[in-house]
């Protein structure tokens, strides 16, 4: 573990001159007119040799006919890009992995979409496929009209289309107790966001009438594991929705096909896979997940038995242990990027260290902001060719403020696993390789 005390390391002085945000740098460089600066030419070119084959000569590609257009009727990635998927760590599996995780490769994804294909996958007891001919859904308890529903008539509902990530609240357990994971991927690849389609829960029961002593539901999975939750009435009729539709296409497999529960910002755990059942109470169920598990431990060791929303949160994802910066030099410029969210709300800001917390400047947010979604930040640097430490710290339009670890650890205590979701630290080494270090104050 690398410990940074705040004041020691001589190394992470004054760098601050050479920050600039984008703005910044535009006006330094006023030889060059913002419109004109595009990314190839603000960011470190790279010189190719001018007899590069690839220039020089025809490519193999250019001189043959390519595969017939319906080779793929269902289209798949570049065979180039067979490391673009999501892995399973041994020592987070239960060895069968039925009952594990599958992480999601961060690093390799833009904007604010994460590919069907690339979703993190979190499992109780395997993926099961449902025929959606055989699929049913009963919604009764403190209902006026109960009722059991086919996919088709789910689907005549009323939709609509929303982007929400979808995060385990174990989501950054791993780096929790020390830099145990050097790489993005299973330090914070158990979360992937989407286009979800389907029907809000408010629009299907003004159809079912709920009853007025009606203050919980309990939303059961048909999966073998009988996944369980009970999310209190409030929620249900704000924004949750039967969800059938995965940017763009029937929800896959792995996430619920055909319908899972859409909790929009809440614990991932919450959003219920291969739903089967919804019942209407007026108590909650405490249901298994929601004991020992998914509970929110205090100092005191204490668990509080319902917190649902899953923290602001930050991370930056280049540079990052698989994106180095090995191939730069001083003096050359480079942008730091990450994601930032929140399930309480939309992201403000987003702040950056490069050393170790001791100078904040703010980074610029690009693309959707939207509420209880990914949203992308940057800031561009020119890099001095010295060790940096890289920090980021989303702040939510409720006020919410990403902790660092030690103010984490004051607030709940070491021990639990669930919702740990503070600041990161990226260390880059002068020849640019990135190390996950944990920075205390
Ligand atoms: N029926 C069912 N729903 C489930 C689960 C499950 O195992 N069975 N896993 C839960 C957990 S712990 C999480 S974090 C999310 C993960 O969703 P994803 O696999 O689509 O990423 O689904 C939740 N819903
Ligand atoms: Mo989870």
Known sequence: MTKISKNSDKSLESNSVEQSSRRDFFKKTAIYSASALTAATVLAP?????????????????????????????????????????????????????????????????????????????????????????????????????????????????????????????????????????????????????????????????????????????????????MGRTIPIEKILDDAMLVWGQNGEPLRPEQGYPVRLLVPGWEGNLNVKWVKRIEFSDKPWHAKEETSKYTMLQPSGKAINFFWPMEVNSIITSPCPEVPWTDLKKGDMVEISGIAWSGRGTIKTVDISLDGGKNWVEAELKGLVLPKSWTRFFYIIKWDGKKKVLLSRAIDDTGHIQPSIDKLIGNVGVEGIYHRNPIVGWEVTSKGVVNNVHVRS
Request: a neutral charge.
């Open 46 to 226: 790279i010189k190719l040799k001018a007899d590069d084959e690839n220039i020089t000569h025809h490519v193999e590609w250019g001189t043959k006919l390519g595969d017939k257009v319906d080779k793929y009727p269902y289209g798949v990635p570049s065979p180039y890009e067979h490391n673009n998927v999501r892995r399973v760590h041994d020592l987070l599996s239960s060895g069968d992995r039925y009952a594990t995780v599958s992480m999601s490769p961060l690093h390799q994804q833009e904007g604010i979409i994460t590919p069907n294909g690339l979703f993190f996958t979190r499992n109780h007891g395997g993926t099961a496929h449902i025929d959606p001919n055989k699929f049913r859904l009963m919604i009764h308890g403190l209902v006026k009209k109960p009722i059991v529903l086919t996919l088709e008539q789910l689907k005549r509902y009323p939709s609509e289309s929303r982007i929400h990530f979808i995060e385990c609240p174990a989501n950054g357990s791993t780096g929790w107790r020390g830099p145990q994971f050097n790489n993005l991927q299973f330090v914070k690849g158990m979360m992937s966001s989407a286009e979800w389609t389907g029907v809000k829960l408010s629009v299907l029961l003004e159809d079912l009438g709920l009853k007025p002593e009606a203050q919980w539901a309990l939303v059961e999975g048909s999966d073998n594991s009988e």
